[in-house]
């Protein structure tokens, strides 16, 4: 494992997100006061989660990661019952405004974590049997690919966290972020490309995704599978 850290401080990988202020707005964070003992993950040094016991349940279970303002986690959850979702995310915004609406939808099959993906995937969770793995939009980083998320550390976690037939869906609005995420998974050989260009019916149209196409970009899906 090129990137896999070793002993040492938090920043043991370049960040594959942008480190943004966003004010919190006051029903953001009264829902974080509210929910986040229902819906938050909380983790404490040394500790070992496991997926089963975060939803005091087993069930088929889908990761997606870096979920936003949760367009598509919030409407996955109500639509499939019998599926837990684990939705991780770096900006508090977000966790708010996603904490608030599960509220008001009821979810019992909804968790969030607040951390880098990689964090979690290497040092806080037991190897987990996830059968989706969803990425839309990550941070496309033109002129810093080794910021991305898509790379070699992610995907060999992603390997250790799922099973056989899991897949692993990506949207982005930028080719070149397309073309190097191939790159990268063909140099896996855990992994097959399954699709491309195939849009997958569960994912609405977030609204980073409307702002891009009315920007006039366009959306690159692909979709991998572990052997
Ligand atoms: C461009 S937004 C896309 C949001 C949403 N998926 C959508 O389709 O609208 C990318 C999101 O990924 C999150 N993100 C980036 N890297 C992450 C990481 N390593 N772990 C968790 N979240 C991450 C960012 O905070 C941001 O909210």
């Not at 974080?32 to 938050?40: I, K, Q, S, T, V």
């Not at 060999?156 to 397309?178: K, N, R, S």
């Amino acid at each position: 494992m090129a990137e896999r850290p070793g002993p040492g401080g938090r920043d043991r990988w370049p960040a594959s997100f942008r480190r943004r202020q966003g004010q919190q707005t006051r029903a953001q964070r009264r829902a974080l006061r509210e929910h986040w003992a229902h819906f938050g993950v909380s983790w404490t040094y040394g500790q070992i989660l496991h997926v089963d016991q975060l939803f005091g349940r087993r069930a088929p279970c889908t990761l997606e990661v870096g979920f936003g303002m949760g367009e598509c986690i919030l409407a996955r959850a109500q639509a499939e019952p019998d599926r837990n979702f684990l939705g991780v995310e770096v900006h508090l915004p977000a966790i708010g405004a996603v904490c608030a609406r599960a509220a008001v939808l009821g979810l019992e099959n909804l968790r969030i974590v607040r951390e880098d993906v990689l964090r979690l995937l290497n040092d806080q969770l037991a190897p987990a049997a996830f059968d989706q793995v969803c990425v839309f939009f990550p941070d496309p980083f033109p002129k810093r690919p080794e910021r991305r998320l898509i790379r070699t550390l992610f995907t060999e976690l992603i390997a250790l966290h799922g099973q056989p037939g899991t897949q692993l869906f990506l949207a982005t609005d930028v080719q070149g972020y397309a073309e190097y995420a191939e790159g990268v998974l063909a140099r896996d050989p855990c992994f097959l490309l399954q699709a491309r260009g195939e849009r997958p019916a569960f994912r609405p149209v977030s609204k980073y995704e409307a702002k891009g196409h009315a920007e006039g970009r366009e959306t690159w899906e692909l979709r991998w599978g572990l052997v």
